[in-house]
């Protein structure tokens, strides 16, 4: 494959990745390195290891199969109330996800031009639905490359300050260390790798996978009612690109994706460990705003400011649309994109509006989405190992270990981390 014909394959991961880019990841890395300095940098590494797997059995999930993930489910799940369940607990998911980035983007907005807190969440709800319609009346294309241009700026904003203070070598290594100090420390790891591999990602990109590589050409007949959860081996055929192709194109493209995130969310972690670790009152955002400009100067600080609201920009973008595809695939009921942005905008705009500390509110909406990760991940790889859904595309057996060696440790540090928090150890 030629690079530029590689080159237009690539995009959907790019847009999922912004997820791993979005404020919660900021609060928790930016906590985790001023509480503890280097300590959790190895729960940052592992958890991007675990995501490039994830993220591309989500995505070959949708290119083989031509359907994404709750797509799959809806169909596989033939009792309505469990179905139901199991969109309520995705819809959970979601709506934290979207605290998450709203709240995001309003300290964002606060901090650049301090507009208040309630108002910012509405400017980036509204900013999330044109990012939405351009997606809905142009297509992915010009969608991918909006969001790719912000995540551009994500990584500008969120690096510079590294590169200007660096961290300690020697510090860096003996954080890939892992070890725990304390409850507090088990929660800020299930806070990060709740917010590394972000249950609304696994969804979307599967979507967004079966949107980019939607077939062109006539549709083929619908599949038997036996036969509806096997790969349509027309597919490839109506898109003039063979499957294995694109499924080394997405490699490519995960491994791109996961690079950038993970690499960003280290400088996060790094750039607080090594500038504000011990100084009060930088384990929250605004703290940490302040405490940059004093210390390493104003742009750096409205560098991280910047990338912050790109952040929030992008990533609630990308979680409304994961919401929406939650909705239809699980109970094949479309709402429409304005009546959806407003309700799982509500709940952001509330706790803004009560004076909850928008940096603990994005800590604990990153431990709800690590509670939300089984529920995800273990189906994506059932389903991905499965020849009845993906024939001869299923994973190979060391990819099937893989992931559930994944799962076993997301839900055992979950396991741990419900135990210590209702024994208040």
């Known amino acids: 494959m030629t690079l530029p014909r590689l080159a237009w394959l690539i995009g959907p991961a790019l847009v999922a990745g912004v997820a791993y880019l979005d404020p919660g990841n900021v609060a928790s890395n930016m906590t985790a390195g001023a509480r503890y300095g280097y300590l959790l940098v190895w729960v940052v590494v592992l958890g991007n290891v675990m995501a490039w797997l994830i993220q591309y059995l989500s995505a070959k999930l949708g290119i083989v199969t031509g359907r994404s993930l709750p797509e799959t489910l809806g169909r596989r799940i033939r009792n309505p109330w469990a179905r139901r369940a199991y969109w ?27 507009i208040p807190l309630v108002w910012g969440g509405a400017i980036t709800g509204a900013v999330s639905i044109t990012l939405l319609l351009v997606h809905s009346r142009r297509g992915p294309r010009p969608f991918e490359f909006v969001v790719i241009g912000l995540l551009v700026i994500i990584a500008i904003g969120f690096s510079f300050g590294v590169f200007v203070a660096p961290p300690d070598p020697a510090g860096v290594v003996g954080g890939l260390v892992p070890r725990f100090e304390g409850t507090d420390s088990v ?25 980019r590589f939607a077939p062109t050409a006539v549709t083929a007949p619908a599949p038997s009612v036996s036969e509806r959860d096997a790969p349509d081996p027309t597919l490839a055929e109506l898109r003039g690109i063979p499957t294995r192709r694109l499924l080394r194109a997405t490699k490519w493209d ?23 670790s011990g100084v009060p009152g930088t384990d929250s955002l605004e703290g940490a705003y302040a405490a940059l400009s004093a210390g390493l100067g104003p742009l750096v600080a409205t560098m991280f400011a910047v990338g912050l609201l790109a952040s929030g920009l992008a990533s609630t973008s990308v979680g409304a649309y994961a919401g929406a595809e939650i909705m239809h695939g699980l109970l094949h009921v479309r709402v429409p994109l304005l009546a959806r942005r407003l309700v799982t905008l509500i709940p952001a705009l509330i706790i803004l509006a009560i004076g909850f500390d928008p940096t603990v509110a994005l800590v604990l909406s990153q431990v709800v989405l690590s509670f939300g990760i089984p529920f995800a991940l ?31 440790f997301l839900i055992a540090l979950n396991g741990v981390l419900l135990y210590l928090v209702l024994t208040g150890a």
């Open 187 to 211: 929660l800020l790891a299930a806070s990060i790798l709740g917010a590394t591999i972000m249950p609304h990602a696994i969804y979307a990109h599967s979507a967004l996978a079966r949107d």
């Open 88 to 114: 309520l607990q995705a819809e959970l998911v979601a709506m934290a996800t979207d605290i998450a980035e709203v709240i995001g983007g309003a300290v964002a907005l606060n901090l650049l031009f301090g």
């Open 254 to 276: 995960v491994t791109i994706a996961m690079l950038i995130a993970g690499t960003v969310n280290l400088c996060i972690l790094l750039l607080a460990a090594a500038n504000l």
């Open 378 to 408: 273990v189906p994506l790889v059932a389903l991905t190992a499965n020849r009845d859904v993906l024939g001869g595309f299923r994973n190979h057996a060391w990819t099937t270990i893989a992931g559930i060696a994944a799962s076993v």
